[in-house]
């Protein structure tokens, strides 16, 4: 959806080293979904944010939502060759559907 | 606890045909929605239910229908297949979706390949 953009589309990185996924929306966003996809495999949930500013932590993956709610950003510490695959955010509006983005194809290098 | 489950995992059909796709929500939850997924793509809402009842309908042609049954668990039907529904059919579950917007965890299943030929 060109209402939610994901940046990088992909992305190559060493095993243990950080990156940053981002989540841009034209529009404000009432709760931000992160899930993780393999290839043709379905969705696994990863985090909700609902609150500007609020941060959400799973094992080595962190999630924020902005305060002007319009942003959010997926960081993970340390990757791992288990962290590959694709990572997808998902909005939710003035609405019971949720909107995603293309989606960032990771791959993590031993 | 089981997840999300459907079936079949994978199917073929040829254009024309008829499929059916069904998904059974996770124990608890009682609203099931249905996306489809084109390769390369982020998933696409279709429509959603709850209460056996369609609550919400994305942009798709009446070829797509839906059922939910008092178990709460769903069917997909898709009618005259056209070779573009070629794609990846994702059911989520969550709990008491009647909140605008959605304010609760939403898990999805598997999928299930459908190529139409």
């Known amino acids: 959806s060109q209402e939610l953009e994901q940046s990088p589309q992909s992305l190559i990185v060493q095993e243990g080293k950080n990156l940053t996924i981002n989540c841009t929306s034209s529009k404000t966003l009432y709760g931000l979904y992160w899930y993780k996809q393999k290839y043709g495999e379905g969705l696994i949930f990863l985090m909700m944010l609902q609150k500007g500013g609020e941060e959400k932590s799973h094992e080595k993956i962190t999630a924020k939502l902005d305060e002007k709610k319009q942003q959010s950003s997926l960081h993970i510490t340390a990757s791992q060759p288990s962290h590959a695959g694709i990572y997808l955010c998902g909005a939710s509006r003035r609405s019971n559907m949720l909107t995603f983005g293309g989606g960032t194809r990771l791959m993590v290098k031993p | 606890d089981a997840g999300v489950t459907q079936s079949p995992t994978h199917l073929i059909k040829t254009r024309g045909q008829q499929v059916t796709l069904r998904c059974s929500p996770k124990s608890g939850h009682d609203t099931v929605s249905w996306y489809q997924q084109a390769l390369g793509q982020g998933p696409q809402f279709i429509f959603q239910y709850y209460e056996e009842e369609e609550r919400q309908r994305g942009n798709f042609p009446d070829r797509f229908s839906g059922h939910q049954f008092p178990n709460y668990s769903s069917e997909l039907n898709v009618n005259a297949l056209l070779l573009g529904d070629s794609a990846l059919y994702l059911c989520?579950?969550?709990?008491?979706?009647?909140?605008?917007?959605?304010?609760?965890?939403?898990?999805f299943g598997q999928g299930t390949r459908l190529t139409v030929v």
């Open positions: 989520a579950s969550s709990w008491r979706q009647t909140a605008v917007p959605m304010n609760t965890e939403a898990f």
